[in-house]
């Protein structure tokens, strides 16, 4: 069983930022797959379903991005998750809006959400699928970056991002993340 995981932030202020790109992914698989994500336990929202044949989780912990980790550590308690079987899905400003990166494992660079992830598993050996948003423009500091509202020029880009993350998913979970970051990196 996968646990799959997006990371965002749950009030209804955040849905149209660029952090919720982890949120975003899981709802585009939870369509696609028709798994309802509406059971209110481990601090998250989580529906269970098959994805290409496995059983997952797919989780959008409702902690705020800087407690993300706490809703996957009493998931992963729960349901007796092995750390290969889980995947976290997040926004990143290193990586070009429309693109995506996905490792094996590592740390949790500046990302608060990865850093409380690592922190709460006690573990860097995870996989995960990092959705590019960029860096601000000009003047634009680094919170309003992340949390203020998409331009409209700008959703068509995050949006392609987040389906390739929802394919990246859906091949690591197919062929393995070898064959996955050879397509999709």
Known sequence: MYLIVGLGNPE???SNTR?????HTINKLA???EIEVIKNKFKGLYGNGVVEGEKVILLKPQ?????SGESIKEMIKFYKIQEDQLIVIYDDIDIEPGSIK???AGGPGTHNGM???VHELNTQNFKRVRV???MPEGNQNLIEHVIGAIPEEEKEKLDRGTNLAKEAVIEIIKNGIDIAMNKYN
């Open 12 to 14: 209804k202020d955040y």
């Open 19 to 23: 952090h919720n790109m982890g949120f």
């Open 31 to 33: 369509k696609q797959y």
């Open 63 to 67: 902690t705020f991005m800087n407690l």
């Open 102 to 104: 996905i490792r094996k």
């Open 115 to 117: 850093k409380s992830v």
């Open 132 to 134: 590019g948003i960029g």
